[in-house]
């Protein structure tokens, strides 16, 4: 099945510093959503985008959604310790009845004091 | 006040064995699914209830053998157990009308020996 690719796929930054991540896919995706995962946890919804070139924010986090629907972009300003975590995007590609989610490869984000 | 729960949490058992993993939503929420993640972290969709009736499979071995005796509740029954099966698997719920955001429970550890 079609994954999403998400990049980089790993990262070590120090706390105070900025994170960009992005997620690149070959379908066209009517919404974008990003989830974090915390070791032995489910994934929890940071943020939700629904529009072609929409920029959300959501306390640090900014997400955008790629003017070409094929991507999606989310940062985080002045990261802290507890941001530690994997960061996945997803794609649906309509809103009927079945929305079935296409998940990114995942982002691992280590920081250090 | 959890919002989508699973048991077990964790399950250790042989191959060949048949198991069940429960799922309970308590968000109102018209539409569940089941997720599987391997070892890698990936993602993917197994299946998608919507009020009791399937909707998505995604080409899940006919092992898997989801049930929905209510819109609240999707178990998932597994017979005989394989060491490919070994995974973590999440339970999520949207709904139909407005944004389908999903939301997902814990997960349940599954280990097959």
């Known amino acids: 099945g079609q994954q999403l690719n998400q990049s980089p796929q790993s990262m070590f930054i120090q706390e105070g510093e900025d994170v960009s991540m992005n997620c690149t896919s070959s379908?066209?995706?009517?919404?974008w959503l990003w989830y974090k995962q915390d070791p032995g946890e489910g994934p929890v919804l940071l943020i939700a985008l629904y529009k072609a070139g929409e920029l959300t924010s959501n306390g640090r986090l900014t997400a955008q959604f790629g003017i070409t629907r094929k991507d999606s972009f989310l940062n985080i300003s002045a990261s802290i310790p507890s941001d530690v975590g994997i960061y996945f995007c997803?794609?649906?590609?309509?809103?009927?009845?079945?929305?079935?989610?296409?998940f990114g490869t995942g982002t691992r984000l280590q920081v250090t004091l | 006040d959890t919002a989508v729960s699973q048991t077990p949490k964790y399950l250790v058992t042989q191959m060949g064995n048949d198991k069940s993993i429960k799922c309970e939503q308590n968000?109102?929420?018209?539409?569940m699914y089941w997720y599987k993640q391997d070892s890698k972290k990936f993602l993917k969709i197994m299946f998608s209830y919507n009020n009791k009736e399937l909707i998505i499979n995604e080409t899940v071995p006919n092992r898997f053998s989801p049930k929905s005796p209510d819109k609240a509740h999707l178990n998932l029954h597994i017979n005989s157990l394989e060491l490919g099966d070994s995974a973590v698997y999440f339970c999520?719920?949207?709904?139909?009308?407005?944004?389908?955001?999903?939301?997902f429970g814990p997960g349940t550890r599954l280990t097959v020996l």
């Open positions: 999520a719920s949207s709904q139909t009308s407005g944004t389908h955001e999903q939301f």
């Open positions: 968000l109102g929420h018209d539409t």
């Open positions: 379908s066209i995706f009517n919404t």
């Open positions: 997803a794609g649906q590609p309509n809103t009927g009845t079945a929305s079935k989610l296409t």
